[in-house]
């Protein structure tokens, strides 16, 4: 199975700062990539697949890059609203494997 | 708006069974890839089975494979999982998605408790 690393487990910031989290595969994912937010009590949410492509109404402060084993997820501008927990999973290969998760905390 | 609507969880005993279903709406059901996913209390994703469309090809994760079961009836846009010989590990909530290799949509997930 491809190992889904991704940093930091947990994140505190201020509404402005931009927040940077990554994920590195364990091996070649290509771009096969999403990131998904998840809010206490309720299903994930998809806000990025094929690594860098912003699915439809997420807004534009959240972005994704990266290609092969190593990825990034920004957001830009935090928001009060963005405190929650976001993981990325690859869709390369069966099974579908995802990070571990990063708490994102608003300070 | 698409819907995913689960039900069928609840408390069951070590080495019982359950039966999940999932029903789509406002979905293209039948050209749908589905998986199921499930977060364990307190924990993160994990990916357990996937259906294609047609329903004639299923894959599990290897911690269900040969006790859980996925079908689906394209004819009433409902998913099915089958759980038997279930385990305290398999405690959690059970989301089910639309599969595109990502899950672009998802249900608002069923409890399933397995305790004595």
């Known amino acids: 199975d491809i190992e889904m690393t991704q940093s930091p487990s947990t994140l505190s910031a201020s509404v402005g700062d931009r927040v940077i989290i990554t994920c590195r595969a364990s091996?070649?994912?290509?771009?096969?990539l999403a990131w998904y937010q998840q809010k206490p009590g309720k299903p994930p949410k998809l806000l990025i697949y094929?690594?860098?492509s912003l699915e439809s109404g997420v807004p534009l402060r959240f972005s994704g890059s990266g290609s092969g084993t190593e990825f990034t997820f920004t957001i830009n501008s935090l928001q009060p609203e963005d405190s929650a927990n976001y993981y990325c999973?690859?869709?390369?290969?069966?099974?579908?494997?995802f990070g571990q998760g990063t708490k994102l905390q608003i300070k | 708006e698409v819907q995913l609507l689960e039900s069928g969880g609840g408390l069951v005993q070590p080495g019982g069974s359950l039966t999940l279903s999932c029903e789509a709406s406002k979905l293209t059901f039948s050209t749908y890839a589905m998986s199921w996913v499930r977060q364990a209390p307190g924990k993160g994703l994990q990916w357990v089975s996937i259906?294609?469309?047609?329903?004639?090809?299923?894959y599990y994760a290897d911690s269900v494979k040969g006790r859980f079961t996925l079908s689906r009836d394209n004819s009433t846009n409902t998913l099915f999982l089958q759980m038997n010989s279930l385990r305290a590990g398999d405690t959690g909530v059970y989301y089910c998605a639309g599969d595109q290799g990502y899950f672009d949509y998802w249900g608002q997930g069923t409890l399933v408790t397995v305790s004595s």
């Open positions: 091996q070649s994912i290509s771009s096969w």
């Open positions: 259906i294609n469309p047609s329903g004639d090809t299923t």
């Open positions: 094929e690594a860098s």
């Open positions: 999973q690859q869709y390369d290969t069966v099974p579908s494997t």
